[in-house]
């Protein structure tokens, strides 16, 4: 498995004290996206300025604070970070055995306290999918309380289902040309997985992330309702997730520019009402 990123986090990524595995690779491009270096399947190359030198790379490719990409996208050998292995670039992930991933999710079991386990994420987790069953289904035969975070684009998402005990979904917008054009994939399946979920899953957790000028508009607003509560609801909790540029430098590490503004900013009241909306509608709001 490819992993840009682990650690233990507290009941953010489901319930109680929980492992978090962010494995690499997405197949969409948001442009609010928290981990940019999660995009591309194979890893990013990220740089740290404090760290760049032109010692780096044999080719030439640091020029001053920066990485001249186009150098790097010819190059074969990629000695920054095989050869010299210096913080100023370095790969976003690492290859792991999923042999190596069980032992680690089992050796911290005493970790897993109030009622927590081991979750996967992104990227989109689902893009490693037959690894991920694997794991999955041998820390289900272990007894590991499991969780997944997914975008839900996966057309094989059900497999999953019975080796999952907390489904973590995003839902970013009910109009397909509009998901398309944001994040470069169709909403279709999404929807029809959430459908799915709602109706055979024991507990299924739809987070929307507010984004100003994306999602937050009574149109737009009023069809994420809609949806939901067309919804059966007994396994069901909805949450929001207000915009934030904690991925703002990441961006710039990867070589990219960040492509958001002021006006995707969410005011207080504004995510408020919109949390509040979710639980007039007699939906079951849970905080995360």
Known sequence: M???????????????????????????????????EGFERDGALMTDEKWLMPELCPHGAVEGLTLN???????????????YKGKGIYASCEEVDTEEVIREALSAR?????????????????????ELLTVLKTLKKHGIHTAIESNAAHPRLQELFPYVDCLMADCKL???????KLTGI?????????????????????????????NNSEKEIGELIAFFQSLPQENMT???????????????????????D???????DEF?????????AGLKYKRT
Not at 69 to 83: L, M, N, P
């Open 2 to 36: 490819k992993i840009f990123q682990k650690g233990f986090n507290y009941s953010q990524d489901g319930p109680g004290n929980r492992l978090v595995f962010h494995l690499q690779g997405c197949n969409m491009r948001c442009p609010w996206c928290a981990n940019p």
């Open 69 to 83: 990409r186009a150098v790097c996208r010819e190059c074969t050998g990629k000695e920054c970070i095989h050869v």
């Open 110 to 130: 005493m970790m897993y306290y109030d009622g927590g386990g081991v979750t996967f994420t992104g990227g989109e987790c689902t893009l490693q999918f037959d």
């Open 174 to 180: 009910i109009n397909d040309k509009k998901h398309r």
């Open 186 to 214: 169709s909403n279709e399946m999404i929807l029809q997985n959430i459908r799915k979920a709602a109706r055979m899953h024991p507990w299924v957790h739809v987070r929307v992330p507010l984004v100003g000028g994306v």
């Open 238 to 260: 909805f949450e929001a997730l207000k915009y934030h540029e904690y991925g703002k430098k990441k961006w710039r590490q990867c070589g990219l520019d960040y492509p958001m």
């Open 262 to 268: 002021e006006k995707a900013k969410i005011t207080a």
């Open 272 to 280: 408020r009402a919109f949390r509040d909306r979710i639980e007039s």
